[in-house]
Structure formats: C-alpha cells, structure tokens
C-alpha cells in the first residue's frame, strides 16, 4: 500500500525541546495573571478558564474563583500538563508574544527542506501536538524560515484525544481520509509510537540530540535519512524497520 501522507510530532522531533521548556512555557507563566485579568471580560478566556476551575474542583474539592486560578495553572505549566484549557490559553499568551515579535522558532536544519519535499511529492502533511492548533499554527506561522502553515493539511491537537491512545490515532486518520496504514506517524517518544502503531500507522523513531532509542521502532537521526519515502513504503507495512527489531506491540 503506498504511503499518502505524514503525521508528524513537534517538539524533540522537528523542533528543539528547549524552545518550549525554555522560551514558550516560561513566558506563558509570566504573563498568565496578567492576561487573564486584563482578558476577564473575553467569552472565550472565560469558557478556558471555567475548563480548569471545573478540573481544579473535581482534584481537590477547591472551587476557585477565576481570579484565583492563575496559580494553579502556572503550577500545571511546570509540570507541563496536558490539559485543553490550560493548553488553550498558553496558545492566546503566545499569540501576543509571536504578535510583538518575541519569538522566532528556529526548527531543526533538515526539517523545512524535508517538508517542501514531501510536499513536492504530493504527500500530505499532518501535525499532531499537546500544544493547542492555535498554538501549533502560530509557531509555524513564525518560524525563522518564514510561514510554514500552507505546507500542513490539518492541525490536531488533544481534541482528538490523548497522544496515548490508539483511538486517537484512527480518529486522525479518519480526518485524512486515509487507512492507517498509508500514513506514517514521525515522534520522538515511544510511547506515542506504540500507540500509534497500534492504531495501524507506519512509524519511525527520529532521534534528536538527547533522545532515548528505541528497540521497538524504526529510527532515523534526521528527515534527510526519509529521502524516498513513496518507493521506501510501497508494499512494505514497516520498511525502514532493521531486521533484528521487534515490531510486536502487545
């Protein structure tokens, strides 16, 4: 079955991970209370923020009133949660900052050349991120090579369910108009790729600076190592996988 398109992770896979943990989350902290004060009359922010006084109630019993709630979420923001409100509302700080010009995300050098290749070769190309679309879209609007948004058909983000759940990936594919196996689904954690697997996907491993290898994947160091991905697939359900590793997901 030939390889129709690619769904690909963001952060530690086309993009450093230092660039949120180190860039993106630290400055969503810092103006979080500001901006929900300063946006309490927004229907919007609102509608978010109520998301994560409903969950801040179900844990702890608390309910917050909403101009308590910076605290918690900056507490989430630390440990990095992947909640939809809390997501959401990280992605509206970051469209001021990306706005001012604050930020210019700098993705890995094989990535752009990788993706205007794909494209070229008429392979449709997909995101999936904890990150809200409206934050995916902004990064790639903004990058230090220019707006990428125009090389992406969709945009997913946990609305479509955990990253760790199999049946979010089937859901993607649905949203393609893909089978599974005709979309191969690029991460750099395991765990994402095992359910994706599951799910029926092709998938391969890259392997940033940092990242732990895995033995159950394919792997690559860069994109440039997916040169040829049409002939690569075609009848081939895990072609770049080495003889000697497991494809067993049970």
């Known amino acids: 079955m030939a390889l129709r398109g690619i769904l690909l992770d963001i952060e530690g896979t086309i993009l ?27 229907h919007t922010v ?26 918690t979420l900056t507490q989430w923001i630390l440990s990095d949660r992947k909640h939809q409100g ?6 509206m700080i970051w469209e001021e900052g990306y706005r001012r ?6 993705l890995y050098d094989d990535v752009v050349p990788a993706l205007r ?7 449709h190309l997909a995101i999936y991120s904890s990150g809200s679309e409206q934050a995916q879209r902004l990064l790639f609007e903004h990058t230090t090579d220019g707006d990428l948004t125009s090389l992406f058909s969709y945009f997913f ?32 954690v395991e765990s994402e790729l095992e359910a994706a697997a599951t799910a029926g996907f092709l998938t391969t491993q890259v392997v ?5 290898p895995t033995t159950r994947h394919s792997t690559v ?30």
């Open 86 to 91: 809390l997501k959401a509302l990280q992605g």
């Open 117 to 123: 290749r794909w494209r070229q070769g008429h392979l």
């Open 46 to 71: 609102r509608r978010w923020a109520a998301l994560c006084q409903e969950t801040i109630a179900k844990e702890s019993g608390t309910q917050l009133a909403y101009e308590d709630v910076a605290g």
């Open 221 to 250: 160091s860069t994109l440039n190592d997916l040169l040829d991905l049409h002939s690569l697939f075609t009848g081939s359900a895990h072609p770049l996988a080495s003889p000697i590793e497991s494809r067993d997901v049970s």
């Open 157 to 188: 983000d946990t609305g479509m369910g955990s990253k760790l759940e199999p049946a979010s990936y089937r859901h993607i594919a649905d949203r393609l108009g893909f089978t599974p196996a005709e979309v191969l689904f690029l991460s750099d």
């Open 16 to 42: 450093p991970k230092a660039y949120v943990t180190e860039v993106l989350f630290p400055y969503a902290q810092k103006h979080l209370a500001t901006y929900l004060h300063a946006h309490r009359e927004d």
């Open 208 to 212: 940033r600076p940092g990242t732990e």
């Open 101 to 106: 010009g604050v930020f210019a995300p700098r």
